[in-house]
């Protein structure tokens, strides 16, 4: 079992950048696929990024392919989103969340959720 925190979201100006984190209170990340989900008001839960045990393949929803990076380290037992060139229609809560298969692309393949953080960016 895993608990995650999710961390660094906040009022952003269109074109900012922010780094979101997710840190494991209880157990360690290493033996999860992990991802990135976001939530906007009235809307499902929506995939944005992914990564593997290792770190060594990530996959992206088209919305933030080229301006979202997901990152992991396992040996501080946290899990990054980068992003860059940022919209007002990637205001959302985002969430991070570990499964134990591979590759995870929808939200029912996540075992584990965090709490989310919210990411607000104003045009």
């Known amino acids: 079992q895993v608990q995650l925190v999710e961390s660094g979201g906040g009022l952003v100006q269109a074109g900012g950048s922010r780094r979101l984190s997710c840190a494991a209170s209880?157990?360690?990340?290493?033996?999860?696929?992990m991802g990135w989900f976001c939530q906007a008001p009235g809307k499902e839960r929506e995939f944005v990024a992914g990564?593997?045990?290792?770190?060594?393949?990530?996959y992206y929803a088209d919305s933030v392919k080229g301006r979202f990076t997901i990152s992991r380290d396992n040996a501080e037992n946290t899990v990054y989103l980068q992003m860059n060139s940022l919209k007002p229609e990637d205001t959302a809560v985002y969430y991070c969340?570990?499964?134990?298969?591979?590759?995870?692309?929808?939200?029912?393949?996540?075992?584990?959720w965090g709490q989310g953080t919210q990411v607000t960016v104003s045009s």
């Open positions: 969340a570990a499964a134990t298969i591979y590759p995870a692309l929808i939200r029912y393949d996540y075992d584990y």
């Open positions: 209880v157990g360690t990340i290493s033996s999860y696929a």
């Open positions: 990564i593997n045990w290792r770190g060594s393949n990530t």
